[in-house]
């Protein structure tokens, strides 16, 4: 009898153990494969030596962000001819025709090795199906510049993904994990962030806005006001899962104060973080604490009105975190 009790009881513990991922396995046979036929065939191989949802999705997630490459010129051919409508006489009609056009967009990308947004959440959506997990098209508003600290854009711009792992929704962005793009020369950079992977909500919810606020996964939704006040964080933010949280959300600082309090925590070793101004580092006060870096910034509200934090590495400072002056 104490036996079998014992065995019920481990039973029960390990079905509620979550085994951690080995990504580093999965990323490099993901990166191993090469591209099939058509992309059905190929979730089915990325897929294959896997047991778990999670390294299924992961799988398919590293393919694409290392093997699709942004298309800027049809970014910005699609900006001057301001979308595109889809026109029927019935609604049914508009659905075939939809329909029909996202799976040529599907086939194209995947053909060709690149595409825009809606083209990475697509592919990422419909290779999911092929291998029976259900993952969601997002639409919504981002922020891509500290410029729009207290703006909110007027049109969605940017697709994204969610998806559903052992019963439970998760965020992830393709596009931006995979890489960057200078505005100035068209170039594309690959540089994986992996903040952008099944991300915490309350840090994607920073520069995600989605047009169904279901889709930020929190128990209180962000509001407009709230987006579009939120501190901004630059690509270094999201180049790993390491930052848990930071205060405050907010973008300004208060010029009526001396100094304000800035706090960033981390999960593990945190790193040599400076507030810098035209590329020189301004000293300040700072301590840690439990793995909580604290910054005690003052305030050049008569001269200057941004305050920049970011990565110390050699010689580079790599931007993380704005606010603004107010």
Known sequence: MIVRIFVIVFFLAMSNYSFAVDYKRVDKYARSVHKTGNYKDLAKKLTAPFTTQEEKVRSIFIWI???IKYDY???KSN????????KGRSKREIAIKRKKLRERRIATTYRTGKGVCEDYSYLFQYMCKAIGIEAKYITGVTKTSPMQIGKYPKHSAHAWNAVKIDGKWYLLDATWAAGTVDHRSGRYHRDYHEGFFMSSPELFALNHFPDNSKWQLLKKPVTKQEFKN???PHGEFFTSKDIIDFYPKSAYLSA????SIVKIKYKGKIPNIVMYRRGKIVKLKRNIVNNEIIFQIPTYAKYHRSVVLGVKKGKKIKPLLEYKIK
Not at 79 to 85: E, F, H, S, T, V
Not at 256 to 259: E, I, L
């Open 256 to 259: 009526k104060k001396k100094y």
């Open 79 to 86: 900006q001057r001819k301001g979308g595109y409508r889809i």
């Open 230 to 232: 939120f501190a901004f």
């Open 65 to 67: 962000t290392h093997n």
């Open 73 to 75: 010129r049809k970014f």
